[in-house]
């Protein structure tokens, strides 16, 4: 399944790993108990261990994806999957991360907004309403890629390498990763990206993320959201 985003960009599943009896199982495992339909009594538990923070049954689901967006996405998105440990209830492990190179593949697609935000005045990282002149700030905007991707393509074209030439762009240039993660891990994403505090951008993939596990693991995800 695969979501176009923004004007260029999309997630696309490409594969999951467990259903939404896998949690369950996993916790049932020391007593040698198994489900092979989901009842009420799965519900419960999938709920109990959702509220009491037992998440280890729910790193045995695992969604892959590719991902194409802004770097300045990324950027955001880095900081779950960066300093991944191995205790028990950390939401930052579990993960796979895999991104095309600059270094190899020439940067062609770049984010342009529909509409320029303006600065809020009581939060620094945050923006409120629209600027006033929209015509004038997309061309500003259009103007310094155009700017920017001319004298990219000027190093390249006098031979400069890929990995140097790169560093003078943007961060609105597109980039494309594949991730891998479990389901407590995707599912922290969406906590802290499908909020409303965060940047528009990001949220907007944090909202096809949570469509695709409502698709791919609809009982469970159904209930993570209801219960944390």
């Not at 390249?156 to 494309?176: C, D, F, H």
Request: hydrophobic share 35%; with cysteine; proline share 3%.
């Amino acid at each position: 399944m695969k979501i176009d985003i923004l004007d260029k960009g999309y997630i696309e599943l490409v594969d999951t790993l467990g259903d939404d009896l896998t949690p369950v199982n996993a916790a049932r495992v020391s007593f040698g108990g198994r489900s092979k339909t989901f009842e009420e009594k799965d519900r419960k538990l999938s709920k109990f261990l959702i509220k009491h923070k037992h998440f280890s049954p729910f790193r045995h689901q695992h969604c892959m994806f590719i991902i194409k967006a802004p770097e300045f996405v990324m950027r955001q998105w880095y900081k779950h999957v960066v300093g991944i440990e191995t205790t028990s209830n950390s939401s930052t492990k579990d993960h796979a991360w895999n991104e095309i190179s600059g270094r190899y593949v020439p940067v062609e697609d770049f984010y342009m907004p529909d509409v320029y935000r303006a600065q809020s005045d009581d939060n620094k990282q945050a923006s409120e309403g629209e600027v006033e002149d929209q015509e004038k700030a997309q061309k500003t905007w259009t103007d310094a890629h155009w700017y920017l991707v001319g004298f990219y393509d000027d190093l390249l074209n006098m031979g400069v390498a890929k990995e140097q030439a790169r560093a003078i762009l943007p961060l609105s240039q597109y980039t494309e990763v594949y991730w891998t993660a479990s389901f407590q891990s995707v599912m922290n994403f969406i906590e802290l990206r499908d909020e409303k505090t965060s940047q528009w951008e990001i949220q907007e993939y944090a909202k096809v993320i949570k469509e695709l596990c409502l698709t791919s693991f609809p009982k469970i995800t159904k209930l993570w959201l209801e219960n944390t």
